[in-house]
C-alpha cells in the first residue's frame, strides 16, 4: 500500500524556520496538501496543490515539490504555528492518504 | 457560514453498524468531492474513503482497512453525506471527520466496544 513518510518531531526556536519533509514516489505526478492540526481541534488546510496557501493562512507558511518529496516550510516559526503537521496526497489507484503526521515544537 | 457537521456517533458492539451522517451549508456541496477522515485517540490522520460528484458518477474508493465494510453515499438534494459502517470492529474506534480537502467538520466519536 502507498505510503507517505515525514519525520515523527521537528524543533526549532521561535523566529528561526522550520521545514516538515514529505516522502512518497507519486509525488511527482501528484498534489501534494498540508494540514495544521492544534491539540483538540479538528485539522485546518494550511497548504493545498503543493505550493497554494488558503486565505487567512500566514504567509510563513508555505510548500515546495521536488521529486519524491513534498516540504512544508514555515519561515520565522512562532509559538502558535506548534501543532501537528500532515502531509495528503494520492496514488496512482486514486487511494489517498496521509503521512504519519509531525509534531512540531516552538520554544 | 461555510461549515460541516458530522452527526451519528455513538457506543456500538463490535459486528454492529452505525451510520454517520454530513451535513454541508455555506458552499456547493453538489459540485464537492467529499471524503471521510478517522483518527483514534492519540494516533495520526487516516483516510476512510470519498465519494465524488454527480459530474464523475458519484465514483467511491475507500481505504484497504475499510473496504467490503464501510459505504460513503451522498444526498445532494439535502446536501448532505454519509458513512455507513457494518461488521465495526474494536479498532474502529475514532473521532470521524468528513471534509472536502478544504472545509473540516468537528468530528464525531464512534466507539466500538462490548
Known amino acids: 500500500s502507498y505510503e507517505l513518510t515525514q519525520p515523527p518531531s521537528v524543533s526549532v526556536s521561535p523566529g528561526q524556520t522550520a521545514r516538515i519533509t514529505c516522502s512518497g514516489d507519486a509525488l511527482p505526478k501528484k498534489y501534494a496538501y498540508w494540514y495544521q492540526q492544534k491539540s483538540g481541534q479538528a485539522p485546518v488546510l494550511v497548504i493545498y496543490e503543493d505550493s497554494k496557501r488558503p486565505s487567512g493562512i500566514p504567509e510563513r507558511f508555505s510548500g515546495s515539490t521536488s521529486g519524491t518529496m513534498a516540504t512544508l516550510t514555515i519561515s520565522g516559526a512562532q509559538v502558535e504555528d506548534e501543532a501537528d503537521y500532515y502531509c495528503?496526497?494520492?496514488?496512482?489507484?486514486?487511494?489517498?492518504?496521509f503521512g504519519g503526521g509531525t509534531k512540531l515544537t516552538v520554544l | 457560514e461555510v461549515q460541516l457537521v458530522e452527526s451519528g456517533g455513538d457506543l456500538v458492539q463490535p459486528g454492529g453498524s452505525l451510520k454517520l451522517s454530513c451535513a454541508a451549508s455555506g458552499f456547493t456541496f453538489s459540485g464537492s468531492a467529499m471524503h471521510w477522515v478517522r483518527q483514534a485517540s492519540g494516533k495520526g490522520l487516516e483516510w476512510v474513503g470519498r465519494i465524488r460528484s454527480e459530474a464523475y458518477s458519484y465514483a467511491t474508493v475507500y481505504a484497504a482497512s475499510v473496504k467490503g465494510r464501510f459505504t460513503i453515499s451522498r444526498d445532494d438534494s439535502k446536501n448532505t453525506a454519509y458513512l455507513q459502517m457494518n461488521s465495526l470492529k474494536t479498532e474502529d474506534t475514532a473521532v470521524y471527520y468528513c471534509t472536502s480537502v478544504d472545509i473540516w467538520g468537528q468530528g464525531t466519536m464512534v466507539t466500538v466496544s462490548s
Open positions: 495528503f496526497s494520492t496514488d496512482s489507484t486514486a487511494i489517498e492518504v
